[in-house]
């Protein structure tokens, strides 16, 4: 998915904020509101507090309190602060699912996470994030949690750019996950199977998760699963930027029908003095087939696809392996696009 960067102007995006609704945090005084601005709860129109200001938990709204309302959107600033026109995302942690959303469903396109495993019987942020271009991007987000089907089903927006700007960054949110009880569970995103995270249970000598970025499954139209899938067959890395971020790209030169499962990058920080610092990229490409019978090519066919590395130190050097092959040595920040040779020398 790309994201193009629209002009909009400054007055325009204010005013996009007051409509959305903003929180006021009930610490600002002396609010300075539009004549038309409403403060607007639950059952409709309430009235301002003594310094003329929304009550804490009320919406913003320009000229009516029709539509529905955010929940637990968080403070924005509409009482004097300045407005984010050149920011990074606003992620917007909307609560549960039945909540009013206010922006278009877009599923989110990948996680980066401090782990693939997460510490059982303790709440926990989930970052979720899209591939794409943003200035001063806001989502919103919802988790459910299924323990009978052991699933997480996060629903995310992406409302409508309204800043221009010379550097791309990357949309992104998190939604509050509650705690969860030890064992393997799947996350869907937008109602499709994305990736599976493991809740451990806390034990003596626990070693953290090295770092890990995990690309969301392929829809299936067929109504497969795509996380019932095995290894991609890699011919050819390639590391180089996207946007504000970097991407492994992975080449299969004699793929056939099948579909893009999750894709985890792994970074292993390098403990030995044999090597200058930087660290090991575990990358796990999957791929599954449509749950439904297709017209397969009896020919090969290339296969591309991007998988999304955690954050990286400009001049570290990074060796990447796929399973246990080395694929690819590289240091950061420095040039363009590198590839390894056909055969997947470094």
């Known amino acids: 998915m790309r994201l193009p960067c629209q002009p909009v102007p400054l007055l325009g995006f204010a005013a996009l904020l007051l409509t959305l609704g903003c929180f006021r945090s009930g610490e600002n005084e002396g609010c300075?509101?539009?004549?038309?601005?409403?403060?607007?709860?639950?059952?409709?129109?309430?009235d301002r507090d003594p310094d003329g200001c929304c009550p804490a938990g009320s919406a913003v709204r320009i000229g009516t309190c029709a539509g529905p309302l955010p929940v637990d959107a968080g403070p924005l600033p509409v009482d004097g602060g300045p407005l984010p026109v050149d920011g990074g995302p606003l992620p917007v942690d909307a609560g549960s699912p039945?909540?009013?959303?206010?922006?278009?469903?877009?599923?989110?396109?990948?996680?980066?996470?401090?782990?693939d495993t997460f510490p059982a019987g303790e709440a926990f942020d989930l970052p979720y994030a899209f591939d794409g271009c943003g200035c001063c991007t806001e989502s919103e987000c919802a988790v459910?949690?299924?323990?009978?089907?052991?699933?997480?089903?996060?629903?995310?927006?992406?409302?409508?750019?309204?800043?221009d700007c010379?550097?791309?960054?990357?949309?992104?949110?998190?939604?509050?996950?509650?705690?969860?009880?030890?064992?393997?569970?799947?996350?869907?995103?937008?109602?499709?199977?994305a990736m599976r995270l493991e809740a451990r249970a806390p034990e003596p000598g626990f070693v953290p998760p090295p770092p890990t970025c995990v690309d969301y499954a392929q829809v299936d139209e067929c109504r497969g699963d795509p996380l019932d899938s095995t290894p991609m067959n890699v011919d050819q890395v390639c590391v180089g930027p996207r946007f504000d971020r970097t991407v492994l790209e992975l080449l299969n030169r004699c793929g056939s029908c099948e579909r893009e499962s999750s894709c985890a990058v792994a970074l292993e920080p390098?403990?030995?003095?044999?090597?200058?610092?930087?660290?090991?990229?575990?990358?796990?490409?999957?791929?599954?087939?449509?749950?439904?019978?297709?017209?397969?090519?009896?020919?090969?066919?290339?296969?591309?696809?991007?998988?999304?590395?955690?954050?990286?130190?400009?001049?570290?050097?990074?060796?990447?392996?796929v399973g246990d092959e080395l694929a690819l040595t590289f240091t950061a920040g420095e040039g363009g696009r590198v590839c390894s040779t056909d055969d997947g020398a470094p």
Not at 144 to 163: E, G, I, Y
Not at 169 to 190: H, I, K
């Open 32 to 46: 300075e509101l539009p004549a038309d601005a409403l403060c607007c709860g639950p059952s409709g129109e309430l």
């Open 98 to 115: 039945d909540a009013g959303f206010l922006c278009e469903p877009v599923r989110a396109d990948f996680s980066c996470l401090p782990g």
């Open 144 to 163: 459910d949690v299924d323990p009978a089907a052991r699933t997480l089903r996060l629903t995310t927006t992406l409302c409508p750019d309204p800043c």
């Open 166 to 193: 010379a550097v791309c960054a990357t949309p992104t949110g998190s939604c509050r996950v509650p705690a969860l009880e030890p064992g393997t569970w799947t996350l869907e995103a937008n109602g499709e199977p």
């Open 270 to 321: 390098r403990l030995t003095d044999d090597l200058p610092p930087g660290g090991d990229l575990r990358v796990d490409p999957r791929v599954f087939f449509p749950g439904c019978e297709l017209a397969c090519p009896p020919v090969c066919m290339e296969r591309t696809r991007e998988c999304t590395t955690p954050e990286l130190t400009p001049g570290d050097v990074y060796r990447v392996f």
